[in-house]
């Protein structure tokens, strides 16, 4: 036997007992003539102690033990002595007096030190990932993990959601990020895609009269990686259902992550509720379709003041039908250096300039106030209702320039004074998101999100509205400035979806060609239907107060989408290129 117990659990209440316990050296102390070791394995550390006088043979063998040793020890569990309790551990009123010892494994120097307090760069700890995987902050993010995975899949299968698995090899979509490929071996010329959602099959079960689905689906996009997004690969928990409108998606949904927050996290839902916002209340009002709620600054429209201006840059923006946006911040004092980092935030958002008034005990001061009437200033100060050590900074372009560039400033602020709790929880809907976007070089009409969604009021507004005014039945949910989930009630009529494409210059016949299941499943009897995929990596990584989601996988990827412990991807044998019909032609 390896062991008795594990190196968490034993306290006083085993006094004198005689156990076994195997695990890892995490650190030795010599005093004196007694060695003490600190044992660990995943249930905690536990103070062992080799005393000549008890056992001089395993005192013996204890001194040729070194960190990260894997051993195995025999002893009597004791009462460490008066002062020497460790309050933070488990164990910490006890240690062992050992009796025999035996070495199970030994153990190179490692490249870096087995504790949360660790200074090596990302690259070298996903290297030695299975050496980063015995520090215990990583273990508590697998830990909790597993606790999420086996609490959601229990949560839908106690409200009768039948979990399926849908294919992981599948047929390539081209509707949003780039897919990844893989060769057909028996079907020259042609590839399988991996799924970047199941979204096709989902509601295709809607069709077979599966009702009420749920998967912890595997996705895969080949997309850039950011601190909130996996390169790669990711998990998201996926749903969908039959006879329901918003409303019902919107109750399983919030039931489901305020039971998640409530029974897995020490973080407090800010009213105990979700809140909602339309998607152009969210851009005017915070520059964002996923807001951060914990806190203020929240934009004000100020571009009416302007229109007849005698300050030429805001006039001018004014002509062009372009935005004025206010943003004030309270009762905090920024030097010249914090404004001056501040403007460099707007400057690489895309604004040319950030302008200011600061508002302290003398009054009103900005280099652009002496551009400004006394009647600008005025309806300004209405507006704002500024107080001294208020500061007004102010954003004017192109709408989506000036609401995005407050956008950053408003985080960064955030960021800097800490203005967000960490302990808190925002949850809201963000709903009515347009169905179609224009580009501006081309003038082209595209899908601005899920192409499958239904649009409100239907086929009407695809045949009498301006597609740019369309929105749709479609929605996200934010936490704390993160989307978390999206989703919508489907447009299953073939009609409807047919004129839906038809506005962004694609006929049914390519629509047979690229989605023929469900074109043909859409004629044979759709239930009405809509579904949510909550990202679930993001939502742990969130829960976890984790700045990166590569914290969150047992074996992440790097920022360079590399598995570098693996080496994935490589090269492969041209014998195995030559099997799939394949011929690189890549400059060295």
């Known amino acids: 036997m390896h062991r008795t117990h594990t190196c968490g659990e034993l306290t006083l209440e085993n006094n004198e007992q005689k156990i076994t316990l195997s695990g890892w050296v995490s650190n030795r102390r010599d005093h004196w003539w007694i060695i003490f070791i600190d044992l660990r394995d995943r249930y905690g550390l536990t103070q062992i102690v080799f005393d000549p006088e008890h056992n001089e043979e395993a005192h013996s063998m204890a001194d040729k033990v070194r960190w990260e040793y894997v051993i195995k020890v025999t002893g009597n569990v004791r009462s460490r002595p008066d002062g020497?309790?460790?309050?933070?551990?488990?164990?910490?009123?006890?240690?062992?007096?050992?009796d025999n010892i035996e070495i199970l494994s030994k153990a190179k120097t490692t490249p870096f030190e087995i504790t949360d307090r660790i200074n090596v760069n990302e690259e070298t700890r996903y290297k030695y990932r299975y050496l980063d995987l015995?520090?215990?902050?990583?273990?508590?993010?697998?830990?909790?993990?597993?606790?999420?995975?086996?609490?959601?899949?229990?949560?839908?299968?106690?409200?009768d959601f039948l979990e399926v698995q849908t294919p992981i090899f599948t047929v390539s979509s081209p509707e949003w990020a780039r897919d990844y490929l893989i060769p057909a071996r028996l079907h020259p010329g042609k590839f399988y895609a991996l799924p970047q959602a199941p979204q096709q099959y989902k509601q295709l079960l809607m069709v077979g009269g599966i009702d009420k689905y749920f998967q912890i689906a595997p996705c895969f996009r080949d997309e850039d990686t950011r601190a909130d997004r996996h390169a790669c690969e990711f998990y998201q928990i996926d749903c969908e259902m039959?006879?329901?409108?918003?409303?019902?998606?919107?109750?399983?949904?919030e039931r489901y992550i305020l039971e998640a927050i409530k029974n897995l996290s020490d973080k407090k839902v800010i009213g105990d509720k979700v809140f909602r916002m339309g998607y152009k209340e969210a851009m005017d009002s915070y520059g964002s379709d996923k807001?951060?709620?914990?806190?203020?600054?929240?934009?004000?429209d100020i571009t009416d003041i302007f229109s007849n201006s005698d300050f030429a840059v805001f006039r001018w923006v004014c002509d062009n039908g372009w935005t004025i946006k206010a943003m004030k911040t309270e009762g905090i004092s920024m030097s010249r250096k914090d404004i001056d980092g501040l403007t460099k935030v707007a400057q690489d958002a895309g604004a040319r300039w950030l302008a200011y008034i600061?508002?302290?005990?003398?009054?009103?001061?900005?280099?652009?106030?002496?551009?400004?009437?006394e009647e600008e200033i005025a309806k300004i100060e209405k507006i704002m209702q500024p107080k001294t050590w208020d500061i007004i900074f102010f954003s004017a372009a192109d709408y989506k320039i000036a609401v995005n560039v407050l956008n950053v400033v408003r985080l960064a602020i955030r960021d800097k004074y800490e203005l967000a709790d960490k302990n808190e929880i925002s949850l809201c809907w963000i709903t009515d998101f347009p169905i179609y976007e224009q580009d501006k070089d081309t003038w082209k009409i595209d899908f601005e999100h899920n192409p499958f969604s239904r649009p409100k009021w239907w086929l009407e507004a695809l045949e009498t509205m301006d597609p740019l005014d369309i929105t749709g039945e479609q929605f996200d949910l934010s936490m704390n400035g993160y989307e978390i989930l999206s989703g919508a009630i489907r447009n299953q009529d073939i009609k409807a979806l047919l004129k839906a494409f038809d506005i962004v210059g694609r006929w049914e016949d390519e629509i047979k060609e690229k989605f023929g299941a469900m074109y043909e499943a859409f004629q044979y009897g759709a239930p009405p239907h809509g579904g949510f995929a909550f990202g679930m990596d993001r939502l742990m990584m969130i829960l976890n107060d984790e700045d990166n989601i590569r914290e969150i996988y047992a074996f992440p990827k790097s920022g360079k989408a590399q598995d570098m412990m693996m080496w994935a991807p490589d090269v492969v044998e041209e014998k195995v290129l030559d099997d799939l019909n394949i011929k690189l032609d890549i400059e060295e």
Do not use: C, M
């Open 242 to 253: 039959s006879f329901v409108e918003q409303e019902d998606i919107f109750a399983v949904a």
């Open 84 to 98: 020497q309790a460790n309050p933070n551990l488990v164990t910490g009123d006890i240690e062992i007096i050992i």
């Open 358 to 373: 600061i508002y302290d005990e003398n009054g009103a001061r900005s280099p652009i106030l002496k551009f400004f009437s």
């Open 291 to 300: 807001p951060d709620l914990r806190f203020g600054l929240k934009f004000q």
């Open 134 to 159: 015995r520090r215990k902050k990583v273990q508590d993010n697998l830990i909790f993990r597993s606790k999420f995975l086996q609490f959601t899949r229990n949560w839908f299968a106690d409200h």
